[in-house]
């Protein structure tokens, strides 16, 4: 976060050249902003703001949170998601009092996302948007910043785990009921199949995401 103060300013050569000095966040006003998706999470121990001489403030404060996000997996395990990060001030109206911007390009913050969090998960990001707009709350507007991440899904673990295993058991299946053995060694081999088959069943369970309105299609087959 970076504002300005234009009550706390002062010379440097009247303070021995000091032009920067850390202060509790306490000390003076600062921007109070909330994160609208925010389910549970754990707050920044750095109570702290850097104050310049012209009067600039900055403030870095990380948080670790936990948000909502409407899961569309019908493409699963091939899926793309959406999901927004909306940081908003409810206590200042935006027209009269608090104005939020964003210093970083898209471009730059999805640069700095892929060199600071890990990129060998399930996830992989795959864009990043921001909106700036106004909500309008009680016959007042607010000022909020959203942004839109895209995700992607990496396939690969569900493709050797479950896709593959699947598609062999009904080739295999295929092979056994076509074949020239005997009734009673194909309803051995059917059986099973079928115990396969169940078992994969349970694994696809267990797997899936259930927070969506439409069932994934390796679901339904």
């Known amino acids: ?29 600062s921007p109070p902003i909330f994160i609208l998706e925010r389910v549970n999470g754990q707050n ?30 019908f493409k699963f395990p091939f899926d793309t998601q959406m999901c927004n990060l909306s940081i908003a001030s409810f206590l200042y109206p935006a027209v009269t009092d608090l104005v939020m911007k964003t210093r970083r390009t898209p471009a730059e913050m999805m640069k700095d996302s892929q060199s600071y969090f890990l990129t060998d998960g399930e996830w992989k990001f795959t864009n990043l948007s921001i909106i700036e707009y106004a909500e309008e709350l009680d016959d007042q507007e607010f000022s909020v910043v959203t942004y839109v991440i895209s995700m992607e899904r990496r396939p690969t673990l569900y493709i050797l785990n479950l896709i593959l295993p699947t598609c062999a058991l009904y080739l295999l299946d295929m092979a056994v009921l076509f074949g020239p053995s005997s009734l009673e060694e194909k309803i051995g081999f059917q059986i099973a199949i079928i115990l396969g088959s169940s078992m994969l069943a349970v694994i696809l369970n267990n797997i899936l995401p259930t927070s969506s309105n439409k069932p994934p299609v390796i679901g339904t087959h």
Request: glycine share 2%.
């Open 44 to 73: 920044s121990d750095l109570e702290y703001m850097a104050v310049m001489h012209n009067g600039s403030f900055n403030s870095t404060q990380p948080f670790q949170v936990t948000l909502t996000c409407s899961l569309m997996i």
């Open 1 to 29: 976060q970076e504002w300005k103060n234009t009550f706390a300013t002062w010379d440097p050569e009247d303070f021995c050249n000091i032009s920067k000095v850390i202060l509790p966040m306490d000390t003076y006003w």
